[in-house]
């Protein structure tokens, strides 16, 4: 395929990627924006603690706040201890009441995986089959010195890339491993050296996904909301995605070429993103 093609279709994909985020948030990531604000940040010492007793929990919560989430715990599950802080009412005259910690007890949490119930709402995902593209993306991995390997231990990460080696979550779908696999080329190929350090977080995550989103479009997996999702998940926005468009376009079409692309082969995806 030409370089002009692939350079037309990846500014288009991207086009699309900028007018789905300025038109603002998924009613799926409002969803589940609300549901993951029942989960609570973790000291380090409590995520240690936890990560000790059940290596892969994900989503962690007390009794109540699961009941409140319409799931319950199951028969027989065996609670995950944290440390809760114990506060004391503290009344000084001429200042407003405060709380300070006097102390800690053990409390109980449980992991998703021990509850059952409603399910929770999840973030737009890509389906599809990306067929022989998948062999083809990891040969391009290994031909640019990326290793790519497996390990349960990133979740509820899907990959993680460390500079030079992707870990994919396995048990995903081909579609998402290949999406994920796309999303962790873009962090090796254009965050590793000078431009990491300058590049926030929200732009990094930006830029990834941007580029998962054109070669998985691209290619005619049916990429819904997952992209704007992820980003916006991240503070991502059209306007952070626009100041990098030329690296971002440049990256994917890098990867097309190499997955040796045909446009005949594509999906023409009209609806929104």
Known sequence: MKSDEIKQ???????????????GRSDTLTQYLRAIGHFHRYSLGNVLLIA????????????????????????GEKGIVVL??????????????CSSVV?????YVYDVSQTAGRELPEIGTVRGDPGSYHQQLLRFAAGHSVAVEYSEQIAPARGVSHGGRITLLPGQSRAEEFSTLVHELGHELLHRGDRRAAASKAARETEAEAVAFVVCHTLGLDTGSAAKD??????GTAGVLLES???????????????????SIAAQQDGPC
Do not use: M
């Open 103 to 107: 102390g800690f007890r053990a409390a």
């Open 52 to 75: 000790s007793q059940r290596p892969t929990a994900s989503y962690v919560a007390g009794f109540h706040t699961w009941r409140k989430l319409g799931r319950f715990v199951k028969k």
């Open 9 to 23: 279709i990846t500014q288009q994909a991207t086009e699309r990627l900028v007018a789905a985020l300025q038109a």
């Open 84 to 97: 809760a802080p114990v506060l004391a009412r503290k009344e000084t005259e001429g200042e407003p009441p």
């Open 230 to 235: 992820y980003i916006q998940l991240w503070n």
């Open 245 to 263: 468009l030329t690296e971002v376009q440049s990256v994917a079409a890098q990867i097309l070429r190499a997955l040796d692309f045909e446009p």
